[in-house]
């Protein structure tokens, strides 16, 4: 619990409601407090960044990003959290906190250097996402139908702010591919956003006679699919997974002709 005020008798004053959580506190000033809270999201968007350049590493020289995460995370400097390559981050705190503390760097004429790249790269990874789905459709939308799993910004919300998807998804209806679309709760939110799209509830339906599959949000309901029951229910059975949910194995075992991860 962080808590910024002027004088101690206010930072007390406030630190006595929290008491009973029993969590380390931290009592500041305000402007200490709000720094806390942007740099703590910036780190964590910085390592989210970082893996997600990694993992464009390990594609252009061959190696597995997955592989290097797992090895990463065992060193215990470092850990395992937030290092998982992905279409980009986005969510109601990091593309606000990281804004935030770029702007107050430059408006204090402190340049938050790393923290802009960090931000440059996220929107970098989204368009790289889309170049990825269309090398799989052999350079073109067109004509094509795209089943995609998970429009949220993560798994277990209905929150779309600044998902992944909302770059990715009008990528492909503008490049002229007709989108179905599967998420257990992004209806409520994402059906004013994401336009000309069909929303489904079934993953199985979804795909029939799709060209292309592309897992963007990596919820528990797409963890378990049956892959061989999807691909035969494509007219082209070619997956983009773009959470890493499923190896490049599993989905040519289960008659999948094409597949691409994030760094693998």
């Known amino acids: 619990v962080v808590i910024g005020a002027e004088t101690e008798s206010q930072q007390q004053r406030v630190a006595e409601l929290y008491r009973s959580l029993n969590a380390e506190m931290v009592l500041t000033d305000p402007a200490t407090a709000e720094l806390i809270k942007y740099v703590c999201n910036a780190y964590l968007a910085t390592r989210l960044s970082f893996i997600n350049d ?19 995370g065992l060193d215990k400097r470092i850990g395992p959290h937030f290092l998982q390559p992905g279409p980009g981050w986005g969510g109601s705190c990091f593309p606000k906190d990281t804004s935030a503390l770029a702007r107050i760097g430059q408006e204090h004429a402190v340049p938050q250097t790393i923290v802009e790249a960090v931000i440059r790269v996220n929107d970098a990874v989204k ?3 889309i170049e990825k789905l269309r090398d799989l459709c052999n350079d073109s939308f ?10 949220t910004f993560k798994p277990n919300t209905d929150d779309m702010r600044d998902a992944p998807s909302l770059t990715i998804i009008p990528a492909l209806v503008d490049g002229g591919a007709k989108v179905r679309v599967v998420d257990p709760q992004g209806k409520c939110e994402g059906e004013a956003l994401l336009l000309n799209v069909s929303w489904h509830d079934d993953p199985y339906a979804a795909v029939q006679g799709a060209d292309l599959l592309v897992i963007l949000t990596e919820w528990n ?19 983009a997974d773009l959470r890493n949910v499923y190896s490049a194995e599993d989905a ?12 693998c």
Do not use: W
């Open 54 to 72: 990694v993992a464009e590493l390990c594609e252009g020289v061959g190696g597995d990003a997955t592989d290097v995460m797992r090895a990463m």
């Open 127 to 129: 368009l790289r996402m």
């Open 142 to 151: 067109n004509g094509k139908t795209v089943a995609v799993l998970g429009v």
């Open 221 to 239: 309901e797409f963890r378990g699919l049956d892959l061989s029951q999807l691909a035969q229910n494509m007219a082209h059975p070619r997956m």
């Open 252 to 263: 040519r075992d289960a008659g999948f002709t094409a597949y691409i991860g994030v760094g």
